[in-house]
């Protein structure tokens, strides 16, 4: 059914809204996820943190270990969206949309997504994810890996306005500092899918 495109899994629903804002077909059913327990909430996993798809993006900016321990990922947050949009925009749809605003901020920090189909469970990186056709499957949760402390980030995003719009342009970075000297290699570069243009309407 989710393959085939006429349902749509549906949460906190603002990525579909931006979606319809800008003309695209709307689908035949929508499934609501939203009271699924088991994808809600922030755990320590190894070193670093398990932010369940259903997490909205406002509990993760209130958290304060993803403010002390993923400063990259908070500044990208607070820079989402306005706070009633953040209390019930999710994590998960933030990355199934593939063009969220925190997507820049998730692939310097190197972020993993685990997702669920009918074939089975798998979690991949971020990054390697985006690649692929996207299809009928669930996101879990997303993994974050705690960057080092002498590691130093940088975040910027361009919207039409200057707050309460999706990104135009944006980009996030980190390096590792050590006796004041960067190093480490930078990251293979990934070209993100462009968001779908609206089309016109025709006249009859």
Do not use: Y
């Not at 997490?55 to 900016?61: I, S, W, Y």
């Not at 500044?75 to 969220?100: F, H």
């Not at 980190?174 to 006249?203: F, H, N, T, W, Y």
């Amino acid at each position: 059914m989710l393959a085939g495109g006429d349902a749509r899994l549906v949460a906190g629903g603002t990525a579909l809204q931006l979606e319809w804002a800008k003309g695209l077909p709307k689908p035949r059913s929508l499934v609501d996820i939203g009271q699924i327990g088991g994808l809600k909430g922030i755990t320590l996993a190894g070193n670093g943190l398990r932010i369940g798809a259903l997490t909205t993006l406002g509990a993760l900016e209130r958290d304060a270990t993803v403010r002390e321990e993923l400063p990259l990922l908070a500044a990208a947050l607070r820079a989402t969206a306005g706070p009633a949009v953040r209390n019930l925009a999710t994590a998960g749809g933030n990355v199934a949309g593939r063009t969220g605003c925190l997507l820049p901020a998730l692939l310097a920090l190197d972020a993993r997504v685990e997702s669920s189909s009918v074939v089975g469970r798998r979690t991949l990186p971020l990054s390697e994810w985006l690649r692929q056709e996207p299809g009928g499957e669930i996101i879990e949760a997303i993994t974050v890996p705690v960057p080092d402390a002498h590691v130093r980030w940088t975040h910027r995003k361009i919207g039409l306005r200057a707050a309460f719009t999706p990104s135009v342009i944006g980009a996030a970075g980190m390096i590792e500092i050590v006796d004041g000297q960067a190093c480490g290699p930078p990251g293979p570069p990934l070209r993100l899918p462009a968001p779908p243009r609206r089309r016109p309407a025709k006249s009859g």
